[in-house]
């Protein structure tokens, strides 16, 4: 139970517009053995449905490549999306062009996406190539995007897929599986001396002197 300026604060409006819509019929209020408005959790319901339900969603179109020396390539992911987007008679309120690596999760914008896409204010987001997003994990994005009724809109136009890209995200997982195996080898050579050392100890005295005649 919400008393008029409890309900007013909890939806954002000030407590002379409930009264005008009380009045108008908009969102009737309940009311006390002493005539005092008040609403319910019901209302409260009823009325944060209702802004979800209404709030128009964003159409946003991503771009990315890896490094600054690849902005043509920017600029021509940019065009081909413009030209499909015309084609499409899709609006785009947002452009978004991003630099970095597609193994890279921590991108600010990105994340900016992801977090907009689970907020329910994007409605449809278009890009030019899956690996534009990220070059892996894409099967999670595409379903956080089926979860929040997002329109994921793939062109996956081959040609806006820097090559140099895969290569060089190619050689970077090469790089740090090798680091691991490499730390394997280490943690195996420390553990077996570690055991060693170990067992060397763990001997008695009178387990390692021969016995008095």
Not at 142 to 149: A, I, Y
Request: net charge positive.
């Amino acid at each position: 139970m919400y008393t008029t300026g409890e309900f007013a604060k909890r939806i954002g409006v000030v407590p002379k517009t409930l009264q005008r819509w009380d009045r108008e019929g908009r969102l009737k209020a309940h009311r006390t053995v002493t005539n005092q408005r008040y609403y319910t959790d019901e209302d409260l319901s009823m009325v944060l449905g209702l802004e979800k339900t209404t709030k128009k969603k964003r159409c946003v179109a991503y771009c990315r490549v890896s490094s600054s020396a690849q902005k043509p390539d920017l600029l021509k992911q940019r065009h081909h999306l413009e030209q499909f987007c015309i084609a499409r008679g899709l609006v785009v309120d947002e452009w978004i062009e991003e630099i970095g690596g597609g193994l890279n999760f921590q991108r600010k914008k990105f994340l900016t996406v992801v977090d907009d896409i689970v907020a329910g204010e994007i409605g449809s987001l278009v890009i030019a190539h899956k690996d534009r997003l990220v070059r892996f994990g894409f099967p999670l994005i595409e379903h956080l995007c089926v979860m929040h009724q997002c329109d994921l809109i793939v062109l996956n136009t081959q040609s806006l897929s820097p090559e140099q890209e895969l290569t060089q995200d190619v050689l970077t997982i090469l790089q740090c599986f090798s680091s691991r195996l490499y730390g394997l080898r280490n943690y195996r050579k420390t553990v077996k001396e570690a055991l060693a050392y170990g067992s060397d100890h763990d001997q008695s005295p009178q387990d390692s002197s021969a016995p008095n005649a």
